[in-house]
């Protein structure tokens, strides 16, 4: 019995280790999620090595389509468009969206706890954002479906989505809708075009060093502005 005890403590003290909390919800859940598809691929790719393209395109989209989107915005196309190479269109767009879904499964959650915050109640209260809403209350579905199918920030409805307290399941299912026509794009032209892989790599950087470029000018114009005010002010 003490060592059956033992052994289940253990397991419980493992357990308690794997599933709490650490840092930033978003990168938790997303490296979680990662890590557990990429060690489920582990004997997967072992019985059938040719999927090994597939799960690394699940591991690695999975960060792409969730915390490493704002800062890198062009990371899931090119690992679409280098899966592609090694199989077939359909199989890289459905592992590819599903990731995807996924990903917004976990960003609507977060969203929802960021808006709800009592500090936000003046931005949920703005007459714009009340008239984004009641637009997007026309149509949710098929706004949801077309933002998804074109490179229109995804935040935006995602925001008014549940600013508009829209159902999770309809929105997931407008989502995979939208994005399952553009990704298979990507796919079929990755597998037509085999775009060398420093190429591809270098559209991911590229696109990173922009973001960061552009945010970096415009946080010293923000500053520069306010440092400007007090010395208006004293003349």
């Known amino acids: 019995m003490t060592l059956i005890s033992t052994t289940t403590s253990q397991v419980t003290a493992c357990w308690r280790f794997l599933v709490v909390q650490r840092g930033n919800r978003h990168w938790d859940l997303a490296v979680r999620a990662a890590g557990v598809v990429a060690l489920g691929g582990i004997p997967l790719t072992l019985a059938f090595p ?7 395109l699940a591991v690695l989209s999975l960060p792409a389509s969730g915390p490493l989107g704002p800062v890198l915005p062009a990371a899931l196309e090119p690992l679409v468009m280098e899966a592609a190479k090694y199989e077939k269109a359909i199989w890289v767009t459905l592992v590819a969206l599903c990731t995807y ?21 003046r931005l949920r209260d703005h007459r714009r954002v009340h008239t984004a809403v009641r637009y997007f209350a026309r149509a949710p579905f098929w706004t949801v479906v077309v933002v998804a199918a074109t490179p229109f920030p995804c935040w935006v409805v995602r925001v008014l989505a549940v600013l508009h307290d829209y159902p999770m399941r309809p929105y997931l299912v407008a989502t995979a809708i939208g994005r399952f026509p553009r990704i298979y794009l990507y796919a079929w032209l990755g597998a037509v075009l085999r775009i060398p892989t420093v190429a591809l790599l270098g559209i991911v950087v590229g696109s990173g060093v922009l973001v960061i470029v552009h945010r970096f000018l415009r946080r010293r114009r923000d500053s520069a502005v306010v440092n400007l005010v007090p010395a208006g002010e004293s003349e």
């Open 101 to 121: 879904v996924y990903m917004e499964y976990v960003n609507w959650h977060i969203y929802a706890w960021v808006l709800n915050r009592r500090v936000l109640s």
């Open 50 to 56: 040719r999927l090994v393209p597939l799960v690394w």
